[in-house]
Structures are given as structure tokens and as C-alpha cells.
């Protein structure tokens, strides 16, 4: 579909504008670019989308709180550090997105997060806004102690701003169960309320969602297969190369198995591990989950099958599909041309936008069926919202029914996707797709609601 090149023009100059009244945050501007490079032809087609304000609103967040969040080390040493809550557009429902505690947190990365937080809710149907937040806090080392201490200090800022009907935090990455506890239980101090849908990722005891902690892992290899699908395929015998060694990683490479696959690597900051007879996930689970150790002392256990490449990259290794699960910007374009070379067929987005701009345009160019975090990774916010769901109903469901509903999910958002690319004149552009669904969505949504 052609496009009028004054709508393209107005598309780019919005970007620049964007970038120049956010400085310094790179991946907030990769994020920004890479939704308004696809939107050219669905502004095109529905003139009210061009109206004054609508993107500018849309690319800015609602509200932004950054706070301090001072604690006391089991030396009684005082630090501080800096907490953030970006609630990013809540014209579909509350706020909803996770809460990351890495040093690498900043101001730049949670509107990154919080903007493509929007599309992912939209695109699961279900009525959830979004948002992001988090701190540079690093709770890796740390004593069971002080994360109680960072998080009860965190959460006295922050319940001010949440609420199971204004925004519903949950975890990512250095927040699991452990943290998640430690929060809602300073959040039912202060409050003096049993809010059980404030904050999901919760505990299955205490109004957590079976299936929620391998959501966001089994949705990623769901959508790989449903890919695969459309061209004809299955992932039954296909190998897989999975980055990273978290929440995301584990539960991918446990559904690839389960669904006949053969996953190949895993990796941390340290290096990757190959392992020819495929990952053993209760040893992986074992090493990283309980023990909290090295991804080379998965490699030591396990004996001659698998082998550690300190320092590596995972890309290097030839399978049929790719699936980073890390973090952003993992995969760069000498990655995806390692990639090609090797003959990948599917690049699958477990983590939250881990491939650069430039090495998806080199994958889409070669034919590579490319699955944007947005659609892919929804898994996990999708059980977060049938965990809310469960929460308002004080009601636990089967894991049987939460796997099925996560299913319906995933291949709707595929499904979406890809009729809306073929819609729009690009067959197979999963990111145009994603994109415009999404926007479609929201915008309808904004528009109806006025300027506000």
C-alpha cells in the first residue's frame, strides 16, 4: 500500500521532536522509532488517527514518579538508591506492567519498557493499560534481609500510586515470588487492606495464578510454533538457541522440549553453555533458581553432553529457531548475520526488545520469521490479568484451564497480527502487524474518551 509522503514526513518529525524533549534515553527512542516507522499506512487509512495530539499522547507518558528509596544493610550501612514508576496510558484499564531491580535501571528504560507495555497489553484483548517501573537497586548478593529492607522502603513510596483499579505492578527481572512477597505484605501493612489484585506474580497460597511464573516462556515458544505453523512447520524436532538463564529462559526451553523440540543453549552474563542433548531444565533450575550460581556450573554437572563458553555469544550456534530471553539489545545485526548464515527460520522475542532495530531489518530481509517481544512475550502480562481476574472472584483455577486460556491467547495475538500485516500490505511483517493492532486499540480508545 503506497502512503502519502507528507504523512511519512510527519511521522519522522514527531520522532525527532520525541527524541529531542527526551534526551539521553536511548532505548525510549528505539522504541519510540521503531513503532512509528510502521504506522505510515493505518494513519493513512484513517485520517482521524492524524488528528492533532493523538500519537504526541500516546508517545507520552501519563505520569512519571521517581523517588528515593533509602535501607539499611545487615552492617547497618545506609544506601540509596532510586525507585521509578512510569503509568504510561491507561485508556484500556489500570496500569499494569512489572517492576525491574537492576543497576542498570533508569528513567530511559522504564519508559522503554512502559511504552511497549502499552502495545503488549493491547494486543492480549483483555482490559489492561500500561506501565512500568522499578530500581537500580542490585539484589543479587544480597541477604533475604536486606531485600525485605530495600522492598518495604520501596513500597512506602510507592503505595501511594498503585491500586488493584489505578495500576497493578508485577515482577521482571530481580523481582520474582521472594520480592513480590516482601512488597505486598508492606503494601497490607500500610494499607491495612487484603488487596490481592494489586500486585500479581503473588505466591499461589496467597492469591498468585498457577502457571504465572512460566507464562511469559511457555507464550514465547507458543507464538515461535504458531510462526512456524503459518510456513508450514512445527517445532516438533526443530533446534532452538535460547539466550539467558532467568524466568523467561527456564520456561522456554521447558516448553520447547515439551512440545518436541531441542534446546540447545542457555547463557548469563559470564558466557553460554551448548549442550548437544539438550538443556536439562531441572539442573538448570537447580543451579540458577535455588542455588542462585554460575551458568558454568550447570556445564560441570552436567557431564560430556554439555560445554561452557566463557564469554561467548549464544548466536554463534546453528538451530533451526532463536529465541532471545535476556535482556535489550542482546542480539545485534553481526548476530542476526551470524543468524542467516547458519540458516535460522524463526527469531522469537522472549525478552523486552532484545534484538537492535537494525539486526530485525536484516532478519525480515532474508525471509526470517521475526515475532516482536510486544506479541511474543505477552504471555506473562496476559496470566498477570488472569490472575487479577481470579483475584476479583476470590477464585483459584486449575493450571489445565490457565495453560488453555494462555493458548487462546497466544495464537489470537499471532493470529492478529498477521491478519492485520496482510491488511496493511506487508504479508508476514509480524512487527508492522503488532504494531498497528495494537495502536488501533489504544488510539480507538483515546479518541473516545477525549482530550485528556
Known amino acids: 500500500?503506497?502512503?502519502?509522503?507528507?504523512?511519512?514526513t510527519?511521522?519522522?518529525?514527531?520522532?525527532?521532536?520525541?527524541?529531542?524533549?527526551?534526551?539521553a534515553q536511548p532505548e525510549f527512542h528505539q522504541a519510540i522509532h521503531e513503532v512509528l516507522e510502521t504506522?505510515?499506512?493505518?494513519?493513512?487509512?484513517r485520517p482521524e488517527y492524524a488528528e492533532p495530539g493523538l500519537i504526541e499522547r500516546l508517545c507520552e507518558p501519563e505520569r512519571q514518579v521517581?523517588?528515593?528509596?533509602p535501607w539499611q544493610d545487615d552492617h547497618g550501612r545506609v544506601h540509596v538508591n532510586r525507585g521509578f514508576r512510569?503509568?504510561?496510558?491507561?485508556a484500556l484499564g489500570p496500569y499494569k506492567g512489572g517492576l525491574r531491580f537492576h543497576p542498570s535501571v533508569n528513567l530511559g528504560i522504564i519508559k522503554f519498557l512502559g511504552f511497549e507495555q502499552v502495545f503488549k497489553n493491547a494486543l492480549t484483548g483483555l482490559g489492561i493499560g500500561g506501565g512500568k517501573g522499578g530500581s537500580d537497586f542490585d539484589p543479587h548478593g544480597r541477604s533475604d534481609a536486606e531485600v525485605m529492607r530495600f522492598c518495604q522502603s520501596f513500597m512506602t513510596e510507592l503505595y501511594r500510586h498503585i491500586g488493584e483499579h489505578t495500576d497493578v505492578p508485577a515482577g521482571d527481572i530481580g523481582v520474582g515470588s521472594r520480592e513480590i512477597g516482601y512488597l505486598f505484605g508492606q503494601y497490607r501493612r500500610i494499607t491495612n487492606r487484603w488487596e490481592a489484585g494489586v500486585l500479581t506474580g503473588k505466591g499461589q497460597g496467597w492469591g498468585g495464578s498457577l502457571i504465572r511464573p512460566e507464562a511469559t516462556g511457555y507464550g514465547n515458544v507458543l507464538f515461535a510454533g504458531a510462526m512456524l505453523r503459518e510456513r508450514g512447520e512445527d517445532l516438533e524436532g526443530q533446534t532452538a538457541v535460547v539466550s539467558g538463564s532467568g524466568n523467561v529462559a527456564i520456561y522456554t526451553?521447558?516448553?520447547?522440549?515439551?512440545l518436541g523440540a531441542n534446546p540447545l543453549t542457555c547463557s548469563d552474563s559470564s558466557g553460554y553453555v551448548i549442550d548437544e542433548k539438550g538443556v536439562d531444565v531441572a539442573l538448570l533450575k537447580q543451579v540458577k533458581e535455588v542455588e542462585r550460581g554460575r551458568i558454568g556450573t550447570y556445564a560441570e554437572r552436567r557431564g560430556a553432553s554439555a560445554r561452557f563458553v566463557p564469554g561467548g555469544r549464544v548466536w554463534e550456534v546453528p538451530a533451526d529457531i532463536a529465541l532471545p530471553s535476556a535482556t535489550q539489545n542482546e542480539l545485534d545485526e553481526n548476530d542476526a548475520a551470524t543468524l542467516v548464515r547458519n540458516g535460522v527460520k524463526a527469531v522469537s522475542e522472549g525478552a523486552n526488545m532484545p534484538v537492535t532495530l537494525e539486526a530485525v531489518?536484516?532478519?525480515?530481509?532474508?525471509?526470517?520469521?521475526f515475532g516482536p517481544g510486544k506479541a511474543a512475550n505477552a504471555g506473562g502480562v496476559a496470566v498477570s490479568a488472569l490472575e487479577m481476574a481470579q483475584n476479583h472472584a476470590r477464585t483459584s483455577w486449575t493450571a489445565q484451564r490457565v495453560q488453555d486460556e494462555l493458548s487462546h491467547i497466544m495464537n489470537d495475538i499471532h493470529t492478529t497480527c498477521h491478519e492485520t500485516a496482510e491488511r496493511y500490505g506487508s504479508p508476514g511483517d509480524y512487527v508492522t502487524?503488532?504494531?498497528?493492532?495494537?495502536?488501533?486499540?489504544?488510539?480507538?480508545?483515546?479518541l473516545a474518551q477525549g482530550v485528556i
Open 39 to 45: 504506522l505510515a499506512p493505518v494513519v493513512a487509512e
Open 1 to 8: 500500500m503506497t502512503t502519502r509522503p507528507d504523512i511519512n
Open 10 to 23: 510527519t511521522l519522522d518529525l514527531l520522532r525527532i521532536e520525541i527524541e529531542h524533549r527526551n534526551p
Open 361 to 369: 531489518h536484516l532478519l525480515q530481509r532474508a525471509g526470517v520469521a
Open 433 to 446: 502487524g503488532a504494531n498497528i493492532a495494537a495502536f488501533e486499540r489504544v488510539a480507538d480508545s483515546m
Open 86 to 90: 512510569v503509568e504510561f496510558n491507561s
Open 253 to 258: 526451553i521447558e516448553k520447547l522440549t515439551e
Open 66 to 69: 521517581i523517588f528515593r528509596v
